[in-house]
């Protein structure tokens, strides 16, 4: 490519590289530019303008890249006036594979569809001078344009001002500024939007996270909610379960003392002693049964605490009776130490009490192969509490099984263990009447030295007692005139306990009244004969009942106005039959069948009648 | 990012070209444009190019291609605003833009778009030559 360049001054102004589309753009608005600043008025800027954006398009789009060069050409002092005239010159050059058939262009037979063709010959007429090199290598279209002739000569001062002045305003261009300030903000604003994507996606997996976290929630409260159903199932079933063995093992004890008792005779030294056997196990049996029941109550939060006054020495006193016979070794002391002469008297429940050192105590005893049993008292001013020790010298019980002595049915192997028989239930038991009291366990144990069992309770009980119901008090023995017998009906569904009851009431050989009894097996019958002549004197009634149940035969009963009259007394093993049952409120009294008592019936009975006597105006009877 | 903004005005639509347009926005307006018009079923196409300086023969053939696509679309387009020493360059240049209907400035040219509108379907496309751009105050 030989420089079109005679041998006048060539002043280069700019060169502009062509490489990407927006180039061909830039190559005509400095074409336009250069144009302004060397003289040409805004019509030929145009045509400059446009001729050059013809050519740049065509060397970006056939040469791939190329660049356009802005020259002013200065002849020479010796050429003709019209050529002195200087010439703005545009060499657009690029490394393409050439025009082809370069005069089919030129003579517009050629159209391609980007419009070459055109191109060419447009810019051709559009400019004053023109010329095309092409090749293999690359193609050089030169245009040139004739400065106005008005315009004075350009000096190459002048030039270089031209030249410094587009410099500067290509530094400062402000359409690239704002289209570079323009796309970094949308970049800005792509980013943004990015992040806020990304954003809400987190917040949408912590809401994920929330819900399963509730529902996770959810289903911990169900379960917690199956375990507390499972729990109350255990002890109802417990509690029920204790009722049902508790019934017929009442009716043996009834039927053993009865037998004890000679009621039916005598019995040879043989029977005796095998009725003795019957009746201490069934004695150990009921028991445990007690003891099951009074756990299964206290989680079910059945037993009430009746708090009463009395004092730590009373206390002692009562326990070192009932406690003596459980000393079967002489080598163990039992001693109980005298409280202090101050000591100030306790108001909480003293039967809980006692039955937690009972346990306490048979515990002691049970592993204490010699020495004693330490029962004290302490007096604890400050908190206002009271400290029960049990101190033994027995095997004690190793750190590690401590703990586990207050489980339930759990048993400490040992030497001891095999000789001592227990239910495993006593200190669990004991626990649980200490939390009921207000106070808690302790143990302190070395093996091989002893132990001390301690219980700690508020010396004045201050929980929600249960009001302690009037029917369960003990009704006035009547000191009337001696009883002549009485009728009694028995309402119970158990056939045995209506037989021991039968045996208690005949009383042959006591030498206390013997009383009618009429039998009923279910609340109808008992209703029928509760009405039926002879009225009875007094009704015993059970209140479990296949048919109908204890508590509507009470109704029932205290709504007809002919067995209004007649006292009640209910003789139960149901757990819930309480004084403060208002369902319960027509009946005399409340008697357990546990232990029921020969003496403690009669009693019962006779208070009974002896009220409902002095009630009724006249007696009937 | 670099798109020419369409507006849509009554049953018309307006393009106000601001950018010199390297040759992949004209086209990319062009076929917006077309789209627009499908979208839309605009009647009329406002070009308003009193901001450009240079319109070459890419653009000017994309002004052309415009107004044939838009009138079989059914919608007439009108060119605005074209600077004088434009149109001698394109003149001189060898393109006329014979399809392309121009007015002197939006004004006229949002008229002449009206007077279509009103006349509906009228036969005025057949004659499509400068008779409108030239009847204003001399160009």
């Given at each position: 490519m030989t420089p079109v360049v005679s041998g006048a001054g060539w002043w280069p102004i700019l060169s502009v590289p062509i490489a990407v589309e927006a180039d061909v753009v830039t190559a005509r608005q400095r074409a336009r530019r250069v144009a302004e600043l060397v003289g040409f008025d805004a019509q030929d800027q145009t045509r400059i303008a446009t001729a050059v954006s013809e050519i740049a398009r065509n060397a970006f789009e056939h040469g791939g890249r190329g660049r356009a060069q802005f020259a002013l050409r200065d002849a020479g002092g010796d050429d003709p006036p019209e050529a002195q005239r200087q010439r703005l010159v545009v060499r657009v050059s690029d490394d393409g594979p050439g025009f082809g058939d370069l005069d089919a262009v030129l003579e517009g037979r050629h159209r391609s569809k980007a419009g070459l063709g055109v191109g060419l010959l447009g810019a051709k007429r559009l400019m004053d001078g023109f010329r095309v090199e092409t090749g293999a290598g690359g193609s050089t279209v030169e245009l040139e344009k004739a400065l106005p002739r008005r315009r004075s000569r350009l000096d190459r001062e002048d030039l270089g001002e031209v030249v410094a002045r587009l410099a500067r305003e290509r530094a400062v261009d402000p359409l690239n500024v704002l289209s570079e300030q323009n796309r970094e903000l949308v970049r800005s604003l792509d980013e943004l939007k990015a992040r806020q994507d990304e954003l809400a996606r987190l917040n949408q997996e912590l809401e994920d996270t929330n819900r399963g976290v509730v529902a996770l929630y959810a289903e911990l409260d169900a379960r917690a909610e199956q375990l507390r159903q499972a729990s109350d199932l255990k002890s109802r079933f417990l509690s029920n379960m204790s009722h049902e063995f508790r019934t017929p093992l009442n009716s043996v004890l009834a039927l053993s003392r009865l037998l004890l008792d000679r009621t039916d005779g005598e019995l040879s030294e043989e029977q005796e002693r095998q009725v003795g056997y019957i009746r201490k196990s069934t004695e150990s049996l009921a028991g445990l049964v007690d003891d099951l029941l009074d756990l299964a109550k206290v989680e079910a939060g059945k037993l009430d605490v009746r708090p009463a006054d009395f004092t730590a020495a009373e206390l002692f006193g009562g326990l070192r009776g009932a406690l003596k016979?459980?000393?079967?070794?002489?080598a163990v002391a039992l001693v109980f130490e005298e409280p202090p002469a101050d000591f100030p008297p306790l108001s909480t429940d003293e039967a809980k009490v006692a039955q937690v050192l009972r346990n306490f105590v048979s515990n002691a005893l049970k592993f204490t192969p010699e020495g004693e049993v330490r029962v004290s008292a302490a007096h604890d001013r400050d908190a206002d509490r009271v400290l029960f020790a049990v101190a033994d010298t027995g095997i004690g019980i190793a750190p590690e099984d401590q703990p586990r002595v207050?489980?339930?049915?759990a048993q400490i192997e040992n030497p001891l263990q095999s000789r001592a028989k227990g239910t495993g239930l006593g200190l669990p038991l004991s626990r649980r009447l200490a939390e009921l009291l207000g106070g808690e366990i302790a143990l302190r144990s070395e093996p091989g030295r002893g132990s001390v069992f301690m219980l700690s309770i508020p010396r004045v009980f201050s929980g929600v007692a249960a009001v302690s119901g009037a029917g369960l008090a003990e009704p006035p023995i009547a000191t009337g005139p001696r009883d002549r017998g009485a009728c009694v009906l028995v309402v119970d569904d158990d056939k045995a306990f209506r037989y021991a009851l039968r045996q208690m009431l005949n009383g042959a050989g006591y030498g206390g009244p013997a009383h009618d009894v009429v039998e009923a097996a279910d609340g109808v019958e008992g209703l029928r004969l509760a009405r039926?002549?002879?009225?009875?004197?007094a009704i015993l009634l059970d209140?479990?009942?296949?048919?109908?149940d204890g508590y509507a035969v009470l109704r029932a009963l205290a709504a007809d106005p002919l067995t209004r009259g007649v006292p009640v007394i209910v003789a139960t093993s149901t757990a819930e039959a309480s004084g403060a049952d208002a369902r319960l409120a027509h009946a005399r009294a409340v008697l357990s069948k546990d232990g029921l008592s020969r003496e403690a019936l009669v009693a019962a009975l006779r208070g009974a009648i002896a009220a409902s006597r002095a009630a009724a105006p006249e007696g009937e009877r | 990012m670099d798109r020419i903004p369409i507006l849509k005005l009554g049953d018309a639509l307006l393009v106000t070209i601001q950018v010199d347009m390297h040759d992949r926005l004209a086209a990319a307006l062009e076929e917006d444009l077309t789209e627009r018009i499908a979208a839309t079923g605009a009647k009329g196409v406002l070009i308003d190019i009193s901001s450009l300086g240079i319109v070459d023969s890419f653009i000017g053939r994309m002004l052309d291609t415009v107004a044939a696509v838009s009138r079989m679309l059914g919608a007439d387009t009108v060119v605005v605003g074209m600077r004088p020493a434009v149109a001698i360059t394109l003149v001189e240049l060898?393109?006329?833009?014979?399809g392309v209907r121009t007015a002197l400035n939006v004004e006229r040219g949002m008229a002449l778009i009206g007077r279509w509108l009103e006349d509906g379907?009228?036969?005025?496309?057949?004659?499509?030559?400068a008779g409108d751009a030239n009847d204003g105050d001399g160009g």
């Open positions: 016979p459980l000393r079967t070794n002489e207050f489980e339930e049915f039926a002549e002879p009225r009875p004197d209140l479990r009942m296949p048919v109908l | 060898g393109l006329e833009l014979k379907d009228g036969d005025e496309r057949d004659g499509p030559a």
